[in-house]
């Protein structure tokens, strides 16, 4: 599976058979130009989109005819299995920024989880409910979404083998939120990609928990 971090918490997977994957894909120049990320242009079978905010769900721009998934349950599409999972954007059981979802990708004999823009702590049910996860694009920066002490605890509960952080400030991100250093900095085994993109399989899954810090493709 070929993992690109496009920005933000939009990503793009295509699995070994050619199932072209985009996930929350933001609009360029939203919230007066604080998300400075460049345009999707890519071509996608299949779209998912947590929640309805700017950047999140911009498709405008996306080529193909793709199916568009934006609502909590269960697909299949082209081998690929899909959960959405139903959480919310806050701690007030989605009062302030509404409902949000969580997303498990299974292609390739891999799990993926994105968690959107995810508000809370995940509770127990919500966990078993997840099982067991391979690769997790966790949300870090806080303000809007869980922060870094909140990552850590997720990401501890859902016990992944890799784990990419996303929804942070960068060069292209002025939104109020943190840095991912903030995440990290007390983390044992963190790699700095330096690269948009990366393949990964079972075979190559990190043994013990790793985080991966990736750069932004646009």
């Given at each position: 599976m070929k993992i690109k971090w496009y920005g933000h918490s939009a990503f793009y997977l295509a699995t070994d058979s050619g199932v072209r994957i985009i996930i929350d894909p933001y609009e360029p120049g939203a919230f007066g130009g604080a998300i400075a990320y460049g345009r999707i242009t890519d071509e996608a079978d299949l779209v998912l989109t947590s929640h309805e905010h700017d950047d999140h769900s911009y498709t405008a721009d996306i080529k193909g005819k793709f199916v568009h998934i934006k609502e909590k349950g269960t697909y299949e599409e082209k081998g690929?299995?899909?959960?959405?999972?139903?959480?919310?954007?806050?701690?007030?059981?989605?009062?302030?920024?509404?409902?949000?979802?969580?997303?498990l990708i299974t292609a390739d004999d891999i799990t993926v989880a994105h968690l959107g823009d995810l508000g809370h702590i995940l509770e127990d049910g919500t966990l078993q409910d997840i099982g067991k996860i391979d690769i997790l694009m966790l949300p870090v920066g806080g303000f809007y979404t869980i922060g870094a002490k909140e990552a850590t605890k997720v990401m501890s509960d859902l016990r992944p083998a890799l784990i990419i952080p996303m929804h942070f400030k960068t060069d292209k991100c002025g939104l109020p939120i943190g840095y991912v250093d903030e995440f990290i900095k007390d983390k044992n085994k963190v790699r700095q990609a330096n690269t948009p993109e990366i393949v990964i399989t079972k075979a190559t899954l990190p043994e013990t928990e790793e985080i991966i810090v990736m750069k932004h493709a646009l």
């Open positions: 690929v299995k899909i959960r959405a999972i139903e959480t919310f954007h806050d701690t007030s059981g989605g009062q302030e920024r509404g409902k949000n979802l969580i997303f």
